[in-house]
């Protein structure tokens, strides 16, 4: 049966999310998602003009393909799709996971020689188009999420389909805020964290990069970091969860680590000298994700949210920081959750997870009404 929300939700990416013009050329990925999503994308592209595109995954072909995969085998996969990426002007993700620990028992080389070999690919798709990724809703995120199928289904398609245009005059006022701040402060149970952003660019994520969205990022001077962090919400990275992470630093690097899975933690960590220092700073304000459900493309939005990133920087808020890890990492300051607060400059300008200078009070969770 057609389902109008996979339309709704096309129409949002290809109009909206890449801005697709005529003519332009778009790769749509789509990772364990029903046909019908593929197909309302093919549709939404050509309505515009737009050539459309289409890779298909499936997480449990990938696991196999990546347990036994060589070098020399990688290296002919990277040639190919790098010069496919160098032919589109966009790109789409849909990525679904019927088992979002499909690559647990990968190996972890297997993995770091994965992300090695295929970062060009992922180079040209961030520098070089205009790209979105999202999830797809399935059974095992909704077990996550602690909803029913249905339940989890109706809530990501109001939160998908958020008019992020509500959020743009928030979002431009703590962009000229950030930029014109130095010294940041975050306080909360386990955590007491200082550092610098000075000099170093705000970037909005209005519903154009990921969706959802709603958060607006910078980036720590790369040895400027002092103190401790306890994220409170649990993440899964290389098909592992972890809990309870808590970070030290010392002159911006990592000098401890622990977790439920410290070893395997730290192991992550070494990845190379980058993993062990901050590439991302971003506070998070979707009103309508408000739970974690382990996973990243949503907990990093969570409502009353920051997130602290071990590894890679991004080129638009950059600290010359670089790493194969990028890993998000999220902690609630809503009272809920323990609260907390961020001072920018000395002056408190989030507490429990709400601002409170007034040109960002319209990001607040209670300036929207429930939806679903």
Same mark, same amino acid.
């Given at each position: 049966m057609h389902d109008t929300r996979f339309d709704d939700l096309a129409k949002l990416l290809v109009e909206y999310s890449i801005r697709l013009k005529r003519n332009e050329t778009v790769?749509? &990925?789509?990772? +364990? =998602? #029903?046909? *019908?999503?593929?197909?309302? %994308?093919? @549709?939404?592209? /050509?309505? $515009?003009?737009?050539?459309?595109?289409?890779?298909?995954?499936?997480?449990?072909?990938?696991?196999?393909?990546?347990?036994?995969?060589?070098?020399?085998?990688?290296?002919?996969?990277?040639?190919?799709?790098?010069?496919?990426?160098?032919?589109?002007?966009?790109?789409?993700?849909?990525?679904?996971?019927?088992?979002?620990? &499909?690559?647990? +028992? =990968? #190996?972890? *080389?297997?993995?770091?020689? %994965?992300? @090695?070999?295929? /970062?060009? $690919?992922?180079?040209?798709?961030?520098?070089?188009t205009k790209w979105v990724v999202l999830r797809w809703p399935t059974p095992s995120m909704a077990q996550l999420a602690g909803m029913s199928t249905e339940a989890f289904e109706n809530f990501y398609f109001n939160v998908c389909t958020l008019d992020y245009r509500k959020l743009q005059t928030g979002m431009r006022a703590l962009k000229r805020l950030m930029e014109k701040t130095n010294r940041v402060e975050i306080k909360g149970p386990g955590t007491d964290l200082r550092f610098s952003i000075k000099g170093i660019p705000a970037v909005i994520c209005g519903g154009d990069r990921n969706i959802p969205d709603g958060?607006?990022?910078?980036?720590?001077?790369?040895?400027?970091?002092?103190?401790?962090v306890t994220f409170n919400v649990p993440s899964i990275y290389q098909g592992i969860g972890f809990d309870g992470i808590r970070l030290e630093f010392q002159d911006g690097k990592i000098i401890d680590a622990t977790s439920n899975e410290t070893k395997k933690l730290n192991k992550i960590l070494d990845s190379d000298p980058g993993a062990r220092y901050i590439g991302e700073f971003s506070l998070g304000f979707n009103p309508y994700v408000l739970q974690p459900m382990r996973d990243i493309l949503f907990d990093e939005k969570i409502a009353g949210s920051f997130h602290f990133t071990p590894g890679q920087a991004y080129e638009?808020?950059?600290?010359?920081n670089?790493?194969?890890?990028?890993?998000?990492?999220?902690?609630?300051?809503?009272?809920e959750y323990g609260g907390g607060e961020i001072y920018f400059d000395g002056k408190l300008v989030r507490r429990d997870g709400d601002f409170l200078p007034k040109q960002l009070r319209s990001l607040n969770r209670g300036r929207f009404g429930k939806r679903g």
């Open positions: 790769l749509i &990925e789509g990772l +364990d =998602v #029903p046909d *019908e999503m593929t197909i309302a %994308l093919i @549709r939404a592209v /050509r309505k $515009v003009g737009g050539v459309p595109f289409v890779q298909i995954h499936h997480g449990r072909v990938s696991r196999a393909l990546a347990l036994e995969v060589s070098g020399r085998q990688l290296s002919l996969m990277a040639s190919h799709e790098l010069a496919r990426m160098k032919k589109m002007d966009a790109y789409i993700a849909v990525r679904g996971s019927n088992n979002v620990t &499909e690559l647990s +028992d =990968v #190996p972890a *080389e297997k993995m770091k020689l %994965l992300a @090695r070999k295929m /970062r060009p $690919v992922q180079d040209q798709r961030v520098k070089k958060e607006v990022f910078s980036c720590p001077v790369r040895d400027s970091v002092q103190g401790h638009e808020a950059d600290n010359g670089r790493s194969q890890v990028h890993w998000d990492m999220v902690s609630i300051q809503r009272p």
